[in-house]
């Protein structure tokens, strides 16, 4: 078992119709996945990670593609490491003040805080934070390559990540 990381591109609002028509079943992600939409999953007290998304609506593509962001304790180190690159020094603790501004109405000002502080096994992270992302891998792209090979190889992946999900898109960890 690991984490698995889609990233849909483009994405466009089911026609309302077609919205009604899911809400009513027993399952509306999977009968909107069955006929080729996606409905973000959201955990409740991280709306804002989903900023630039509609909560409960049915998304389909243009395009999506993913990757194996790796088993959870490698993805775990990885991230541990984008902690640190990014000036964080206990992830433990980052996490919990994470949590707090975002309780407060606000965020940390810190680079990859959404990445850094975010679940390892589902969620969504939609287009406006996607786009502060990319413009953090950008910033810190040739410090990290200054790491070690999977480090970086990882880095590009999660770059090319939210620089396609920036555009109109979102990333779904499952």
């Not at 078992?1 to 994405?11: A, E, N, P, S």
């Not at 407060?104 to 850094?116: H, K, M, T, Y």
């Not at 096994?121 to 934070?129: I, K, R, S």
Request: proline share 3%; with cysteine; net charge negative.
């Amino acid at each position: 078992m690991g984490l698995d990381i889609t990233v849909y591109t483009r994405v466009e609002k089911a026609h309302p119709t077609f919205q009604k028509t899911i809400a009513d079943s027993d399952d509306p992600r999977e009968e909107a996945y069955e006929m080729g939409f996606e409905i973000p999953y959201v955990e409740e007290g991280r709306e804002k990670r989903a900023a630039g998304l509609e909560l409960g609506v049915a998304y389909k593509a243009d395009d999506r593609w993913g990757f194996r962001a790796g088993s959870y304790s490698g993805y775990n180190q990885w991230r541990e490491q984008l902690a640190q690159l990014a000036g964080v020094d206990d992830i433990n603790k980052f996490w919990n003040q994470m949590g707090e501004a975002e309780e407060a109405g606000g965020r940390l000002d810190v680079p990859f805080a959404e990445l850094i502080a975010f679940s390892d096994c589902e969620g969504t992270l939609g287009p406006e934070v996607c786009a502060r992302l990319a413009k953090d891998f950008a910033k810190f792209d040739e410090r990290a390559s200054q790491g070690d090979e999977y480090f970086y190889d990882k880095y590009q992946e999660w770059r090319r990540a939210v620089e396609d999900a920036a555009q109109n898109g979102f990333i779904s960890f499952h």
